[in-house]
């Protein structure tokens, strides 16, 4: 891509739309056109699409929409993929809801605040409808400026813009509009002016919008929802129901055109204004003080070196000459910090025993080790390799780190025991562990997930059973979900078992990470610089080390030291080739680690389905 800011043509060539060469009339000059404002109850729908997802998940990934608003009566609905999964609330009434297919049946989470999850306010204000403003679906656009008219298929539209500028990083947005100030397509782009690289890009499309009232039915609670308050007082688990209710929310919420604006248009003025401080801009401002006191700290180490002695010497991060590194603004600079982690995470909470389901104690087997610690090499970086996988996935708008880290931990065993490269299904992880005590989008666990795999009989390949970025029905096997679901999808590889590596035993983690592969590992992720991380290695002494800190899972790749002797841990996450260092990172590997050599975790492949592939 070409360096520096594209122009409005150029991302108008990019996205194929026709930029009409009519001049403007004296009479649009002197009045200037003016941005449509939105009506206060309407109902429409959109697919979002992530351009950059294309190479990796098949298909790459379109979420269509459907949303009903209603502003004055303080209610909204959405449905994903034709209401798949779908969530609403209304504030008046004080009820909330989420409806989602669980393995071969919808199930609902839904408060009243008398019955079911106390955690109504928190789904509420994720769904926008919080106490004092509500936050609209369609962002404010009466403050952008004119640019032009454009064909979008076959219709005239009129393009609105805004550029959101911020150090050298600029976020540019398009919303064209019929010429009944209807929206047609929004079009985000955020850039980086030295670099010309893009770090964010979404594009979204109405495929209909109607303004004015909408019957009471479609906000009413759905059947399984009705039932579940009717029926009174829940048994179960209803802090697990209060944390997928208020989960679903956010995620909800974080798909919608004025999340993804950083702020979010809002019925007041007043708070329009205290929004321009939005998520964007000090998400912004937090990457540069941050890039400035590494900038400052460097330049400090390089006129005192002349008396520094060994830069090994330095301690954990005390010293300048200790780990240090960068942030960027990424593709989560729209979200706040609640979106983000609500949607990019995804560690459930520390297990107890005997919660339900076919829970069981971790059976994996104790690792045994074979090398003494002076016999392990200095070095070892899977990136690139087979046993890598096929690439840096993302799990976007969904708590699926679990699943992530487990498919890479499978295709890393899979890849060692039969050479095949294979890229598995997290969707079929996300739809089938639940009685395993996983949570779908709203967060799951390593071992328990390997359970399933074990006792499902293997994994279908991701091309089979595409990701879909939330719950859906089970199309794994021996499950019969409702026919519109799909067909079962065929397994492609078998597991026998899993290995745990001693907690916090570094010798044996950098052991089986060399002698077995790529380990699925927690991690303290969601301190707020991590989710900005660029390069170096990662180091927070705000880290937490002890289990009931970890909220994340990612793949353990490698380990290391620097030529400052900084020794680290090297990590894929599933954030996407835009995070990191093209989606991996370095973290510190001695001292605090952030929980990384805490559970380490690799799998085993089925002897049989592994001669299998050899023999043929
Ligand atoms: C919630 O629903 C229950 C059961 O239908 C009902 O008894 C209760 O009054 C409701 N509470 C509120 C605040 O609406």
């Known amino acids: 891509m070409a360096r520096g800011a594209?122009?409005?043509?150029?991302?108008?060539?990019?996205?194929?739309?026709?930029?009409?060469?009519?001049?403007?009339?004296?009479?649009?000059?002197?009045?200037?056109?003016?941005?449509?404002?939105?009506?206060?109850?309407?109902?429409?729908?959109?697919?979002?699409?992530?351009?950059?997802?294309?190479?990796?998940?098949?298909?790459?990934?379109?979420?269509?929409?459907?949303?009903?608003?209603?502003?004055?009566?303080?209610?909204?609905?959405?449905?994903?993929?034709?209401?798949?999964?779908?969530?609403?609330?209304?504030?008046?009434?004080?009820?909330?809801?989420?409806l989602y297919p669980r393995i071969d049946a919808l199930r609902c989470d839904a408060s009243n605040g008398t019955v079911g999850p106390t955690a109504l306010g928190a789904a509420l204000e994720g769904l926008g409808l919080g106490e004092g403003v509500a936050t609209t679906p369609l962002p404010d656009i009466s403050h952008w400026t004119y640019a032009g008219t454009a064909r979008i298929g076959n219709a005239d539209a009129t393009a609105w813009q805004l550029n959101d500028r911020h150090g050298e990083k600029t976020a540019s947005y398009t919303f064209y509009t019929a010429p009944n100030g209807w929206p047609v397509r929004l079009h985000m782009m955020g850039l980086n002016l030295l670099t010309g690289s893009h770090y964010d890009e979404y594009v979204l499309e109405w495929t209909r919008f109607k303004p004015g009232p909408i019957a009471d039915r479609f906000f009413d609670l759905p059947g399984p929802c009705q039932e579940l308050l009717g029926a009174g007082p829940q048994d179960g688990d209803v802090e697990a129901s209060g944390r997928r209710l208020a989960g679903a929310a956010l995620r909800a919420a974080s798909v919608l055109p004025s999340a993804l604006l950083g702020g979010a248009g809002s019925l007041a003025l007043a708070a329009l204004r205290d929004s321009a401080a939005s998520a964007w801009a000090a998400n912004a401002a937090l990457v540069e003080s941050h890039n400035a006191r590494v900038a400052a700290a460097t330049s400090a180490s390089v006129s005192s070196s002349a008396s520094a002695t060994s830069a090994s010497e330095a301690g954990s991060g005390s010293g300048s000459d200790g780990p240090s590194y960068t942030l960027s603004l990424n593709h989560f600079g729209h979200l706040t910090h609640r979106q983000w982690a609500a949607t990019s995470l995804g560690l459930g909470p520390r297990r107890t025993a005997g919660a339900g389901g076919k829970l069981k104690l971790p059976s994996g087997r104790p690792y045994q080790r074979v090398l003494r610690n002076d016999q392990l090499p200095t070095q070892v970086d899977w990136r690139g390799s087979g046993a890598d996988g096929p690439g840096v996935k993302d799990q976007v708008s969904c708590g699926s780190c679990w699943a992530f880290g487990v498919v890479g931990a499978l295709q890393a065993a899979w890849f060692q025991a039969t050479g095949q490269s294979l890229s598995f299904s997290e969707q079929q992880l996300v739809d089938c562990a639940w009685e395993y005590g996983n949570d779908g989008c709203a967060g799951g666990y390593i071992e328990p997930t390997l359970d399933y795999v074990i006792d499902a009989g293997g994994m279908a390949q991701e091309s089979d059973y595409p990701y879909l970025a939330q719950n859906g029905y089970c199309r794994g096997p021996g499950v019969k979900a409702p026919a519109s679901a799909g067909p079962p999808a065929p397994l492609a590889a078998k597991f026998s078992g899993y290995v745990n590596v001693p907690s916090r035993d570094e010798g044996a983690v950098m052991e089986a990470l060399h002698l077995q592969g790529p380990l699925a590992v927690l991690i303290n992720a969601a301190l707020p610089p991590f989710k900005f991380y660029s390069e170096g290695v990662y180091h927070n002494d705000a880290c937490g080390m002890e289990p009931d800190d970890m909220d994340h899972v990612v793949l353990l790749v490698g380990y290391g030291t620097t030529a400052e002797g900084v020794d680290y841990w090297l990590i894929k996450n599933s954030w996407s080739k835009y995070w990191g260092m093209d989606g991996y990172a370095r973290v510190t590997r001695k001292g605090n680690d952030c929980g990384i050599s805490l559970n380490a975790v690799f799998a085993t492949v089925d002897a049989q389905a592994a001669e299998a592939v050899e023999a043929a």
């Open 6 to 98: 594209l122009s409005l043509l150029a991302l108008a060539s990019l996205l194929g739309v026709a930029f009409g060469a009519r001049p403007m009339s004296d009479m649009e000059i002197l009045s200037g056109p003016t941005p449509p404002v939105w009506p206060l109850v309407y109902e429409m729908e959109y697919t979002i699409s992530l351009p950059y997802l294309q190479t990796l998940q098949p298909g790459g990934l379109k979420y269509p929409v459907h949303v009903w608003w209603d502003g004055p009566g303080r209610r909204v609905r959405y449905d994903f993929y034709g209401g798949l999964d779908s969530s609403g609330g209304e504030a008046n009434k004080g009820t909330a809801w989420n």
